[in-house]
């Protein structure tokens, strides 16, 4: 058995090897970037050791300063994690070299799966069913379109370097084959560096299900049951669920029979995940799977394997990389229950998913226990930055049936709680939620399909979270009075002149949410201060408030919600959303009257990758205008109207900031 690992990642991930690590005894290892000097896996790790800058390019993709990191703390071996260098063959190979063990398959394994064409040749010689496509090395994108065409319309673009919906396109037609094409293969390039592609026929009502795979070096190969992962997003999981739902006994025989010998065909060690697209038209049938690629690495999803069987599949690689066998057979890995897992983005998903950035000024999560698990790997007063995937977190949960897991998890996301960035939490409540979700019944295009039901778009607070608002500020007030004069005499928090501190005083607040202001009446008693809004009414004991949290009777009902006070805001978190506020500072000129020419801002700190417009153009409503690379992921910005362009300030290759000014609009006539 190995003594000590280092963990090449960073984030959820390194911390959960570095906890399975320490339960084994062995010594752990972490390296980190400048970004992450203060990150958790650093604090959790015996050692840390300094990589370099914050760009991934000159930290966690740096294999020599990986390599001199093992070397100078005499790890055993390196555990990549996901992501980053967990299949990159050569530094598989550069492990093997510098005498360290490398915790995954051989790096021959790696290369067979890496190029999607190529792994479909072999996948056919080893009797495992494929999709119908190109897998060609000829890359000319009229003869990419041919191809697209003697396959038949929809296909599917697909990067073949890579996964996680980098580098992929869904095409329906002939006229959108070469924009497609040109921007997976520039999105495929700045992801792996390489932007050949595959075309694939695309299937009618997909289901994703994938199933790991175990290998030792003694001969062994088992599956560990499958998981489904349809519920995506620009063909990123979004919800991850073991069992799949629905799936009929021979079908799970026949798929995880191919998965096995999938493995096999390549000579693979350690821990897998063969992924499998099945054509659902007709229900799901064993004769009706196709393999899709392989994941040469532990999944994000792995937790909920690891809830269905009582495996610690991070426990497995260690003891696999050890030289020993299986800790099972085949016949010995029994299913139990049911596990669904979501994960926690910071995103705005009434902005686009765009990535959200700030310092994680509240961080709580469910409390775990009793089927609730949660892998995260940031803490209070972590920043997240632009560098990284913007997960922040993980939530599972398990039950002894599907439906007792889905309550489960709905409840827990109930309880997120996070303010400095915005998140998916009440997305993600809302999808496990859905009736079709519970039905079981969904397929890829789930989420898609329901856009007008799991994004309405942004909300005007409801009455009762303005209530909540006006009241954890308004006891802001009287504790900042009772205290004396604040700093900043002219923080808005100290200008108590409505009301005083004996007796009934009154005053009237005024919160901005959005485009709406909401004007709060407040009455302040000796120990309950009362607020009166449009559709709501409330009051709160000031014996009721502890830090963080607030517990007031509102439109007759006894609440409590989350608060956070900035120095301008004031943040309402409940049921896994949070809210907040703007509180205008009185001596603010007003400036809603300024003329501001219209246009489009960069939604985030990245790269301009495309252009598509000049000054003089007329476009439509829709009409691509600027691609813009952020956190490993193109976005493309589109004229919210027919417009007319002024101006455009940036150009392929720029680094803007977010809410910098990227195209101007000629000022309308009307």
């Known amino acids: 058995m190995i003594t000590s690992v280092l963990i090449a990642n960073r984030g959820e991930i390194a911390c959960r090897v570095i906890e399975t690590a320490r339960s084994m005894g062995l010594r752990t290892i972490a390296v980190y970037s400048e970004a992450d000097a203060n990150a958790l896996h650093v604090e959790m790790a015996d050692e840390a050791y300094l990589l370099g800058p914050a760009a991934a ?23 990549p994690g996901y992501g980053f260098l967990s299949e990159n063959a050569e530094f598989a190979e550069a492990c093997a070299e510098a005498g360290v063990l490398f915790v995954g398959p051989p790096a021959d394994a790696i290369r067979a799966m890496g190029l999607k064409d190529r792994a479909k040749v072999l996948m056919q010689d080893a009797n495992v069913p494929v999709v119908p496509g190109y897998h060609g090395d000829n890359q000319d994108p009229a003869f990419l379109a041919g191809e697209a065409e003697k396959i038949g319309y929809p296909v599917l673009i697909k990067a073949v370097a890579g996964g996680g919906g980098k580098g992929m396109r869904r095409v329906d037609a002939a006229g959108e084959f070469d924009k497609a094409l040109a921007s997976a293969q520039r999105e495929a390039k700045a992801a792996f560096g390489d932007d050949h592609v595959l075309i694939e026929k695309f299937v009618s009502r997909p289901r994703h299900i994938e199933v790991q795979v175990f290998a030792d070096a003694h001969g062994d190969v088992v599956h560990l049951f499958e998981r489904d992962c349809s519920v995506q997003r620009r063909h990123q999981k979004v919800v991850e669920e073991a069992p799949a739902p629905g799936m009929p006994q021979d079908m799970r025989d026949a798929m995880g029979k191919a998965a096995c010998e999938a493995a096999r065909a390549i000579g693979y060690r350690g821990a897998g995940t063969v992924e499998f697209i099945a054509d659902t038209s007709e229900g799901l049938r064993a004769d009706r799977f196709y393999f899709m690629e392989m994941n040469t690495r532990l999944q994000v999803e792995h937790p909920v394997t690891e809830m269905i069987t009582g495996q610690d599949l991070v426990e497995w690689q260690l003891r696999v990389v050890s030289n020993e066998e299986l800790p099972l057979k085949q016949d010995d890995i029994l299913l139990d229950g049911h596990a669904v897992e979501v994960r926690l983005y910071a995103e705005d998903p009434n902005k686009q998913f765009f990535p959200s950035t700030g310092k994680l000024k509240e961080f709580w999560m469910p409390e775990e226990g009793d089927g609730v698990r949660i892998d995260a790997g940031v803490q209070l007063g972590d920043d997240i930055s632009i560098y990284y995937d913007p997960m922040i977190a993980k939530v599972i949960a398990w039950g002894d049936t599907r439906d007792a897991a889905r309550q489960l998890l709905i409840k827990a996301l109930g309880e997120v709680e996070v303010v400095g960035v915005t998140t998916n939490a009440a997305f993600l409540k809302d999808v496990v939620s859905h009736p079709v979700f519970a039905s079981g019944e969904m397929d890829t295009g789930f989420i898609e399909a329901h856009t007008k039901d799991l994004l309405p778009g942004k909300q005007a607070a409801p009455a009762d979270i303005a209530a909540f608002a006006a009241l ?21 928090w100290n200008d108590v002149g409505g009301w005083r501190l004996v007796g009934t005083a009154s005053e009237t607040l005024t919160l901005v949410d959005g485009d709406t202001q909401v ?29 963080g949290v607030i517990e007031a009777v509102v439109n007759g009902a006894r609440l409590s919600a989350g608060v956070h006070i900035d120095d301008d805001t004031v943040s309402v978190m409940k049921d896994g959303a949070t809210w907040t506020f703007d509180v205008p500072d009185p001596l603010d000129v007003d400036a809603a009257d300024a003329a501001a020419l219209g246009g489009v801002e960069a939604p985030m700190t990245g790269k301009i990758t495309q252009v598509w417009v000049t000054a003089g153009d007329s476009v439509q409503r829709g009409a691509p205008l600027i691609a813009l690379e952020a956190m490993k992921m193109e976005h493309t910005l589109n004229a919210p109207a027919d417009v007319t362009v002024a101006e455009v300030l940036a150009a392929p290759g720029d680094q803007v900031e977010g809410g910098a000014a990227l195209v101007v609009f000629e000022a309308s006539d009307e």
């Open 57 to 79: 390019a000159e930290s966690y993709l740096r294999q020599d300063k990986i390599l001199d990191a093992a070397r100078r703390s005499g790890a055993d071996a390196i555990h």
């Open 472 to 492: 954890a500020l308004a006891q802001n007030r009287t504790l900042h009075a009772a205290r004396g004069s604040d700093a900043d005499p002219y923080s808005p």
């Open 519 to 547: 004007s709060a009446d407040v009455t302040y008693g000796a120990d309950v201060i009362a607020v009166s809004l449009e559709g709501a009414e409330g009051r709160v004991s000031t014996y009721r408030v502890a830090e």
